[in-house]
């Protein structure tokens, strides 16, 4: 049975670092879980990724027992965004964020394939955030999007140049919610080699 690892499959995950490129993001099925507060500290951030991934892991199980369809997970993605924006970008207050924690999932799962993942996920030491997690096709479109290499911390210079140059300069605006996709694992990984692809939804000017 063939494995597939969507992360080398589809262009909206590729990315360079250095290099702003204009996509369009087919709609994409996640689950998700929503949250706020500093990710480093908040328990809400920890509850939501202990309720992801089990059943992220139990939907791959099944796609593979049932189906015959066999694919890698995904890594972890998130949606970041602050009522006031400058908390996200500028003074980065972490406390202040809000943020939908995320994993892509094939669009052959079903939401009766989620259901029975979720029951089975809760079945013995159901995690707290559990009834949090849902599946939801997100629709980004237009995106412009670079790979980030460094520490989370060090993110601002790039966005800057995204948000104040490089989209304003090619006639596009932004809309939607700034999206990462962690491409490493920062509980293993150094700050400094952390590869991180960085996402923002634009339109055309008027």
Same mark, same amino acid.
């Given at each position: 049975?063939?494995?597939?690892?969507?992360?080398?499959?589809?262009?909206?995950?590729?990315?360079?670092?250095?290099?702003?490129?204009?996509?369009?993001?087919?709609?994409?099925?996640?689950?998700?879980?929503?949250?706020?507060? @500093?990710?480093?500290?908040?328990?809400?951030?920890?509850?939501?990724?202990?309720?992801?991934?089990?059943?992220?892991?139990?939907?791959?199980?099944?796609?593979?027992?049932?189906?015959?369809?066999?694919?890698?997970?995904?890594?972890?993605?998130?949606?970041?965004?602050?009522? @006031?924006?400058?908390?996200?970008?500028?003074?980065?207050?972490?406390?202040?964020?809000?943020?939908?924690?995320?994993?892509?999932?094939?669009?052959?799962?079903?939401?009766?394939?989620?259901?029975?993942?979720?029951?089975?996920?809760?079945?013995?030491?159901?995690?707290?955030?559990?009834?949090?997690?849902?599946?939801?096709?997100?629709?980004?479109?237009?995106?412009?999007?670079?790979?980030?290499?460094?520490?989370?911390?060090?993110?601002?210079?790039?966005?800057?140049?995204?948000?104040?140059?490089?989209?304003?300069?090619?006639?596009?605006?932004?809309?939607?919610?700034?999206?990462?996709?962690?491409?490493?694992?920062?509980?293993?990984?150094?700050?400094?080699?952390?590869?991180?692809?960085?996402?923002?939804?634009?339109?055309?000017?008027?």
């Amino acid at each position: 049975m063939t494995k597939t690892d969507f992360k080398k499959t589809l262009d909206a995950y590729q990315a360079r670092s250095g290099v702003f490129r204009i996509l369009d993001v087919p709609p994409t099925q996640y689950l998700m879980v929503d949250g706020h507060g @500093d990710p480093n500290s908040a328990q809400e951030f920890t509850d939501a990724l202990q309720a992801l991934y089990p059943v992220a892991y139990k939907l791959k199980f099944a796609s593979k027992q049932d189906l015959g369809r066999d694919y890698v997970v995904m890594p972890l993605e998130g949606l970041w965004w602050s009522q @006031d924006m400058e908390a996200f970008t500028g003074a980065r207050d972490k406390a202040r964020w809000d943020w939908t924690v995320m994993s892509m999932v094939p669009d052959w799962i079903t939401p009766d394939m989620f259901a029975t993942a979720v029951s089975k996920a809760g079945a013995k030491n159901s995690p707290a955030a559990l009834d949090r997690v849902r599946l939801e096709t997100l629709e980004e479109g237009r995106c412009v999007q670079t790979l980030h290499i460094g520490s989370f911390d060090d993110e601002a210079a790039t966005l800057a140049r995204m948000h104040h140059g490089f989209i304003p300069e090619s006639g596009l605006v932004m809309t939607g919610k700034h999206h990462e996709i962690y491409l490493s694992d920062f509980r293993k990984t150094e700050p400094a080699k952390l590869r991180t692809i960085l996402r923002q939804p634009v339109t055309a000017t008027a």
